[in-house]
């Protein structure tokens, strides 16, 4: 069973940036095509960023030129870096496969807010 532990999550003003990390436990990481996704409170949650095992992304259009996904694979690491930052990306983001097969972390805050 592979874990996710998000971190780099924060408040930001409109316009800036963070980077999240997806530390993943297990050997089967490299496997997988990685996603990270976001949730807002009472809607579904959303996959944001894709990336696979060959290092090929694609982003949701609205974040597409603002994000980008990374990974690194010694390390069991997904990343995530956000900039341009809008109150529209306020959620709790999450890291899984591109498939959202295994159990869910606790995810990382992000409020964009002035």
């Known amino acids: 069973q592979v874990q996710f532990v998000e971190s780099g999550g924060g408040l930001v003003q409109p316009g800036g940036s963070l980077r999240l990390s997806c530390a993943a436990s297990?050997?089967?990481?490299?496997?997988?095509?990685m996603a990270w996704y976001r949730q807002v409170p009472g809607k579904q949650r959303e996959k944001v960023a894709i990336?696979?095992?060959?290092?090929?992304?694609n982003y949701v259009d609205s974040v597409k030129g603002r994000f980008t996904i990374s990974r690194d694979n010694a390390k069991n690491t997904v990343y995530l870096q956000m900039n341009s930052l809008k109150p529209e990306d306020t959620a709790v983001y999450y890291c899984?496969?591109?498939?959202?097969?295994?159990?869910w972390g606790q995810g990382t805050q992000i409020t964009v807010s002035s």
């Open positions: 899984n496969d591109n498939n959202g097969a295994h159990t």
């Open positions: 297990g050997s089967i990481f490299g496997i997988y095509a």
């Open positions: 990336i696979t095992v060959g290092g090929i992304t």
